[in-house]
Structures are given as C-alpha cells and as structure tokens.
C-alpha cells in the first residue's frame, strides 16, 4: 500500500502563472517532508523540505505547505517558468522507516506553456 | 550539496552478462543508497549503507549486491543480468543528522536485452 501518494500524474499552466502540486499521506508517523524535482535521464534535485514542527518553508518562488491533520503537503511555485517543467516528487521519511529512508510517490509531471 | 557522480550513464548489455555500476561521492557522506526507478512510477530503495562495511537490502527485493569498502565508492553489481532488470538506478548519499536530506547522482539507465 503507497504511504506517499501524488494522485495527480501530470499539471499544465501558464508561465507566469501559480503550479500547486500536491501530495498525501498515510503514516502519521511521517516527520519530515521533502521535494524533488527530476529531469528525464537525470537524478532527482532536491528542492525544499519541511520538518513536522512547521507548517511552511519558503525558499524563493518555491513554497511547501503541510497541514498535519489532514495529511497533506503541497509544492506552490510562483511565478512558474518553463524551466520549471518536470516531474516533481513528493518524499517523506520517519515512522517505522526511521529518519533515514525516504518514501516517495509516484511523481507528477508538470508542463509550463510559454 | 553532495557531489555524487555515476557511471556508465547508460548502458545497453545482453541477458546473462556480470555488471556493475558505480557510484561515488565527494562529501565524504557516511549513509548511501541505491534506489530503482521505472517511467511513471516512484523511487524504491533497493540498498543502503551507513558506514564503511555496512550493507543493508532496502524496501524493494532485488538480485543485485552492493559494497562499502571506502566511504566514497558504493558500487552496485548485478551477477547475471536478465531483461527485468531493466531500469533506471539512481545513487544518492545524505550528510549526518536525524532527518534526511538525499542528494542524488544523474543516475544509469540500464537496458537488457
């Protein structure tokens, strides 16, 4: 059973406009969150993450929400760039994992349109 | 950021063949992993070490084997290479502290024929 869901595969929006990726879970016991963004034929870069004990990060255009009690994140880019499009992956780790595995989901794939 | 580097980048062999692909890392990170990643689908954790002689199986059942004989160097080796172990493998290595941060190689695309 996935512990990590990103029910969305795939999100298209204008440049300039605001991508809201979102993402679920189901291990409550889940402590840190985090984002990645991957290119075909690349490795995952990490972009943000998100401890358990806040409910926001900011890094530039590049926003993480988490609202523990319903067991949602979500990764807000403002403005989106076409260089933003690829597929982002929503990551957590805690729990019966312990801190040092990361769970992921299956990804979704975002296209900026110019 | 970890500077992870992974080779080949591709690689295109036929069923039976000894593989291995490597990984390394500058950072002198002490915990790495191997993941495997198929299109559409999410990353699964195959290996992982903490430390230099440390070797542990991951989430996913898989029939290759690692080692950590250096900190820096965490090679994953596939004995006879079958068409189900077609895949991309992504290495990744982590700074200490209790919550982790992965920082990932570009990753071998693997293809058997």
């Known amino acids: 059973d996935q512990q990590v869901k990103q029910n969305s595969p795939s999100l298209s929006v204008q440049e300039g406009r605001i991508s809201i990726l979102n993402c679920d879970y189901t291990n409550s016991m889940f402590d840190y969150f985090l984002w990645y963004k991957k290119y075909p034929a690349e490795g995952p870069t990490f972009l943000i993450s998100?401890?358990?004990?806040?409910d926001k990060n900011e890094d530039g255009r590049f926003t993480v929400f988490l609202n523990k009690s319903a067991k949602h994140l979500s990764l807000h880019i403002v403005p989106s760039q076409p260089g933003d499009s690829a597929v982002y992956f929503c990551?957590?780790?805690?729990?019966?994992?312990?801190?040092?595995?990361?769970?992921f989901g299956k990804g979704t794939k975002l296209t900026v349109n110019p | 950021e970890a500077d992870i580097y992974q080779t080949p980048r591709y690689l295109v062999i036929g069923t039976g063949k000894k593989i291995t692909l490597e990984c390394s890392q500058t950072m002198g990170h002490d915990k790495m992993y191997w993941y495997q990643q198929d299109p559409g689908m999410e990353l699964h954790l195959i290996h992982y070490s903490y430390g230099v002689n440390s070797t542990e199986k991951g989430d996913l059942s898989s029939e290759s084997t690692v080692s950590r004989i250096r900190t820096e160097h965490f090679p994953l080796t596939l004995e006879s290479a079958r068409p189900s172990h077609t895949s991309q493998y992504l290495c990744?290595?982590?700074?200490?502290?209790?919550?982790?941060?992965?920082?990932f190689g570009p990753g071998t695309r693997l293809t058997v024929l």
């Open positions: 990744a290595s982590s700074p200490p502290g209790p919550a982790d941060t992965q920082y």
């Open positions: 998100i401890s358990s004990i806040k």
């Open positions: 990551a957590a780790s805690g729990g019966q994992g312990g801190s040092e595995k990361l769970v």
